[in-house]
């Protein structure tokens, strides 16, 4: 069908299909239908790749900055405040390394799906250029390894730590960080970059600890059991369970691998199209001077409606985000204004599965029933088409999911599935409270932690800054702008942070906090700003993590929390704000004002002091 052959009868189907579709999903529970992988499923989070032998001395010292979580975030606020002039920066990161989500996901056919010119880092700061217009993990995760070698990251950085609690004492002006290490590292300045989809999750159903064969979560790959070659899965019988964004990227890089593949459906994804291309010999020679931040906006606005003369990247996404804007543009209702748009986009990709998939009852089941973007998009060539191998079972769950798991394999619709692999697709603890997917509380002044002040959403100025946390900045999605380039918004962020930590030094100022209008302002731009459109788009969506699991109204849904003009006006707010030199809104405090700093000379000389200066 065309888009034009699109009519009113048809979009009536549609939305009948679609209210259908979503009624079989709904759950009360919303995220409570999930389980951590804490306590006794804490297996599931074991780090493949650190050494498990790893130990050292606790640390007990003093610096200027330390960063909690060593992902793009981290490193990019690293980078940013070695250019402001600071050195004694600590970065206390969980994993065995830098990377973030790349450090963690290994999984086969692991990719960005952002195109990587402008997913990846700093590249003209480090003279790099991917081999191809979507990289691999490898790659990705060696770029950010460099990032943490240039900007002398390393030296700082405490690996295979976990931070457990950070409290703000008042007397000497510094955060006080404790570690599962037995760290006591007390700091200037706080920089909380902790990632938001790093904690994985599995469904609540009953039998998961009872399965006899292996099982692990994607994000956590087994490689000793896999090998490197998938060997360790050869004549297996695997199941994975979850078809988002990463079991589509896992199945088709495994199926050719194992005995018999099963895949486990709940939702069917969108798969768009790829097209992955190596960069070419030339692609980096016509490049000026500022390419990356061009580019970068470039796609943020493209995808956001933000009118541009050429789309740069010109991929699937970039292509899809702008016909559904063009229709929704200057409409008071954009959600409504663009739904034929939507319906014909969605027609498309269900055609695409009647094109690939040669077996008509698993085309049928692999076809979404949904609006674009109820769920984050897919784009992957090998999907689909991996369901016409010998070895590929589709078991659609009919939108229930898996009810038990046995020591055998898997139940659905009363009947037993066996297998000798299980692996959960199922990804992350994520849209739940700020403090919920995180390994401590902040306790801020008055001892009042942040799970107390946020019980009722999240309450920052410009998503940086939040109030009783002095000195603490919040990296990430918390009431910022949000552009499905992380990268863009963290990079963003981090360079607003660098010129902020270095007015404060310029200014002599030693505390540095939102004041109580400011953050008020903020919180009712976010939350009055919120579209009604939008809202209602996201209530007749099926559930996703973008829904807050089928309930939008949510205050910790993933996205409650943005910048209601969108990425690219809310980096101009910022830019505006840095350009007026003024810091208004915030409160500060000269350095030296403070107790302790007063009485520095008579102090303990308990602490250490690291200063980044090389050794
Ligand atoms: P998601 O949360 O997107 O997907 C989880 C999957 O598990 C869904 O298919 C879900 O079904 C399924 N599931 C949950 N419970 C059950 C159940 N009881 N029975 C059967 N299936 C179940 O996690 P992902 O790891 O796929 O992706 C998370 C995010 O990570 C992405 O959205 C993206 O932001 C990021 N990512 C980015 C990549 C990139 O850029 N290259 C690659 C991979 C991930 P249902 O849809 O019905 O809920």
Redesign the pocket.
């Known amino acids: 069908m065309t888009d034009s052959q699109v009519t009113a009868d048809a979009l009536e189907v549609a939305r009948e299909a679609y209210r259908r579709e979503r009624e079989k999903?709904v759950r009360d529970e919303g995220n409570e239908?999930?389980i951590g992988t804490d306590g006794v499923y804490s297996d599931f989070q074991r780090d493949h790749y650190a050494d498990p032998g790893f130990t050292r001395d606790p640390i007990t010292e003093t610096v200027e900055v330390v960063i909690v979580g060593g992902g793009i975030g981290g490193l990019l606020a690293g980078a940013r405040l070695r250019e402001a002039g600071y050195n004694a920066i600590r970065v206390i990161e969980k994993g065995a390394d830098f990377g973030g989500t790349w450090y963690w996901?290994r999984y086969p056919g692991?990719?960005?799906?952002?195109e990587s010119y402008i997913y990846l880092p700093l590249l003209e700061e480090l003279g790099f250029v991917p081999s191809e217009k979507y990289a691999h993990q490898p790659e990705i995760f060696d770029h950010l390894r460099s990032v943490g070698r240039h900007y002398g990251l390393y030296d700082g950085a405490l690996f295979q730590t976990t931070a457990t609690e950070m409290a703000w004492d008042e007397d000497e002006a510094e955060w006080v960080l404790s570690t599962d290490r037995g760290d006591q590292v007390r700091a200037q300045y706080l920089v909380l970059s902790t990632g938001d989809?790093h904690k994985p999750r599995l469904?609540a159903?009953p039998g998961i600890l009872s399965f006899a064969g292996k099982m692990f979560h994607?994000?956590r790959w087994d490689r000793e059991y896999a090998g490197d070659d998938l060997s360790g899965l050869a004549g297996k019988r695997v199941g994975v369970?979850?078809?988002?964004?990463?079991?589509?990227?896992v199945i088709p890089n495994i199926a050719a691998h194992v005995g018999e593949l099963l895949v486990?459906?709940?939702?069917p994804?969108t798969i768009s199209v790829r097209d992955n291309k190596p960069t070419g010999p030339d692609w980096a020679s016509a490049l000026e001077p500022g390419w990356q931040h061009r580019r970068s906006a470039n796609f943020t606005a493209c995808v956001t409606g933000v009118a541009v003369e050429n789309d740069l990247v010109g991929d699937a996404w970039t292509r899809t985000m702008m016909e559904l804007n063009a229709a929704a543009a200057g409409k008071t209702d954009p959600f409504s204004a663009n739904e034929l748009v939507d319906f014909a986009i969605m027609e498309r990709i269900r055609s695409r599965v009647d094109e690939s998939v040669r077996d008509p009852d698993a085309a049928a089941a692999l076809k979404p029933f949904y609006r674009f973007n109820c769920?984050?998009p897919t784009f992957n060539d090998d999907y689909l088409p991996a369901f016409n191998l010998p070895n590929v079972r589709l078991i659609d769950?009919g939108?229930r999911?898996?009810e038990r798991i046995t020591p055998d394999g898997i139940i659905v619709d009363g009947e037993l599935h066996e297998l000798d692999v299980l692996i959960f697709?199922?990804?992350?603890d994520?849209g739940t409270a700020y403090t919920h997917s995180r390994s401590f509380d902040l306790v801020g002044r008055g001892g009042v932690r942040l799970s107390e002040r946020w019980a009722n959403g999240m309450r920052t100025f410009h998503g940086l800054h939040g109030r009783g946390f002095p000195n603490c900045f919040f990296l990430g999605f918390t009431q910022t702008g949000f552009s499905p380039n992380f990268t863009h918004t963290l990079n963003e962020q981090a360079s607003h942070l660098g010129y902020l930590l270095g007015a404060l030094r310029e200014r002599g100022v030693g505390v540095v906090e939102a004041s109580q209008k400011a953050e008020d302002e903020w919180v009712r731009t976010i939350r009055e700003g919120r579209s009604p459109s939008q809202l209602k788009f996201l209530r007749e969506c099926?559930?996703?993590?973008t829904n807050g699991?089928g309930k939008p109204d949510d205050e910790n849904r993933f996205v409650a929390g943005r910048y209601p003009g969108g990425p690219i006006e809310f980096f101009a707010v910022l830019a505006r704000w840095r350009e007026a030199d003024s810091l208004e809104g915030l409160e500060l405090t000269p350095a030296g004002t403070q107790r302790g700093e007063q009485d520095q000379q008579t102090r303990e000389p308990a602490m250490a002091r690291y200063t980044g200066a090389p050794q």
Not at 110 to 114: E, I, N, S, W
């Open positions: 999903r239908q999930f996901n692991a990719q960005c799906d952002t989809q469904p159903v994607t994000s369970i979850g078809t988002g964004a990463t079991g589509v990227q486990f459906q709940r939702t994804a769920k984050r769950t939108g999911g898996v697709a199922t990804g992350f994520v099926t559930p996703s993590y699991e």
